[in-house]
């Protein structure tokens, strides 16, 4: 009768401790989605600085609002248009590497992520490293040079 006490009495502690094992589990698992289901958009970088300046112009391109792209580009960025052989696709994502600014030019350097829906293992992503090149007009910052892939033309991207 004593060994059937223990017996129970073991079984009731292994139920316990797995039952506070599963209820820990279930905890971190609420946790985790409720992080990934309320991570907003990434924070808005300083306009009046080169990244800021790449950040908005990106969004814009990617969001499709050519006119607001344009009005981050120096006037011989807006004039120049360039046919390309090779249109890629717009990424789906723009991350900042690094930035080196002067007094009145920067470079902002970016990769560039950009998936494919289809093929025959399923969906791909690669992901590209490219610049911006920036100047300093009327003591703000402007992109003079943009990745071919975030090119705005004459209120139309080139690209498909």
């Known amino acids: 009768m004593r060994h059937t006490y ?5 079984a009731k502690k292994s139920d316990r401790l ?3 094992i599963l209820s820990g589990i279930a905890v971190l698992v609420i946790i985790a989605l409720a992080v990934v289901f309320t991570r907003g958009e990434p924070a808005a970088l300083d306009e009046s600085s080169p990244a800021g300046i790449v950040q908005r112009y990106s969004a814009a391109v990617v969001d499709g609002d050519t006119d607001a792209a344009a009005a981050y580009l120096t006037t011989a960025a807006g004039e120049e248009c360039r046919a390309l052989v090779d249109r890629a696709p717009l990424p789906s994502r723009v991350v900042l590497i690094s930035t080196d ?6 470079l902002v350097r970016v990769s560039l992520v ?3 829906p289809g093929g025959p293992f399923g969906p791909s992503e690669y992901e590209t490293e490219d610049r911006f090149s920036l100047q300093k007009v009327g003591g703000q910052w402007k992109i003079d040079q943009a990745p071919y892939q975030l090119l705005v033309c004459s209120d139309t991207r080139v690209g498909p």
Not at 6 to 10: F, I, K, V
């Open 114 to 116: 950009t998936s494919n």
């Open 101 to 106: 600014e002067r007094e009145d030019s920067a």
């Open 6 to 10: 223990r017996m129970n009495a073991l």
């Open 18 to 20: 797995l039952l506070a």
